[in-house]
T-cell receptor, first 114, second 115 residues
Framework: NAGVTQTPKFQVLKTGQSMTLQCAQD?????MSWYRQDPGMGLRLIHY???????DQGEVPNGYNVSRSTTEDFPLRLLSAAPSQTSVYFC?????????????FGSGTRLTVV | AQTVTQSQPEMSVQEAETVTLSCTYDTSENNYYLFWYKQPPSRQMILVIR??????QNATENRFSVNFQKAAKSFSLKISDSQLGDTAMYFCAFNEGGSNYKLTFGKGTLLTVNP
């Protein structure tokens, strides 16, 4: 089925470890983004991309890195995990020419940093 | 920066009754896009309903409808004939359109439908 695929679904990290959350979409969407969801905070934008080779920071970018080498993939890297990065992470994509279509979300990654 | 406010952290409703979730937003744009997303316990984000500000007519999707008040910057969601499967977190979201593709979310309202 077409959509946004996120891996892994669950991950436990030790403080200081690094890891990459994978995100891939097969809908040829130009726009891709990463959000984190914390209780009582809604979804907050970490980084986003409007096309291959173009990325920009969102509301809460510190401690995270992204790249966009292809239209399909938009990985999120945690450089040195901290307990404050314990959260649920969502990747989402959209077609820029049709903003009313909204976003398509991945199923999320629950990350725990101990 | 745009802000989206959901003033009701939690709500409950009896099965088959009607409930309204509130959402207000702040923008200086004339045309923009508003959305309600549902997040059930499965964690999946599901688009429930959408509205373009340029179109004054309120959007409707089956049992879900909105009351869009542009001057008041209000975008409330009405769920009619509530069902147990409507139990979820509901997020209001705003996109200012133009060359800005970012979606700004409210903090969410947890809706519980009681049998």
């Amino acid at each position: 089925n077409a959509g946004v695929t996120q891996t892994p679904k669950f991950q436990v990290l030790k403080t200081g470890q690094s890891m990459t959350l994978q995100c891939a979409q097969d809908m040829n969407h130009e726009y891709m983004s990463w959000y984190r969801q914390d209780p009582g905070m809604g979804l907050r934008l970490i980084h986003y991309s409007v096309g291959a080779g173009i990325t920009d920071q969102g509301e809460v970018p510190n401690g995270y890195n992204v790249s966009r080498s292809t239209t399909e993939d938009f990985p999120l890297r945690l450089l040195s995990a901290a307990p404050s990065q314990t959260s649920v992470y969502f990747c989402a994509s959209s077609q820029m020419l049709d903003p009313l279509a909204g976003y398509t979300f991945g199923s999320g990654t629950r990350l725990t940093v101990v | 920066a745009q802000t989206v406010t959901q003033s009701q952290p939690e709500m409950s409703v009896q099965e088959a009754e009607t409930v309204t979730l509130s959402c207000t937003y702040d923008t200086s744009e004339n045309n923009y896009y508003l959305f309600w997303y549902k997040q059930p316990p499965s964690r999946q984000m599901i688009l429930v309903i959408r509205q373009e500000a340029y179109k004054q007519q309120n959007a409707t999707e089956n049992r879900f409808s909105v009351n869009f008040q542009k001057a008041a910057k209000s975008f409330s969601l009405k769920i009619s004939d509530s069902q147990l499967g409507d139990t979820a977190m509901y997020f209001c979201a705003f996109n200012e359109g133009g060359s800005n593709y970012k979606l700004t979310f409210g903090k969410g309202t947890l809706l519980t439908v009681n049998p």
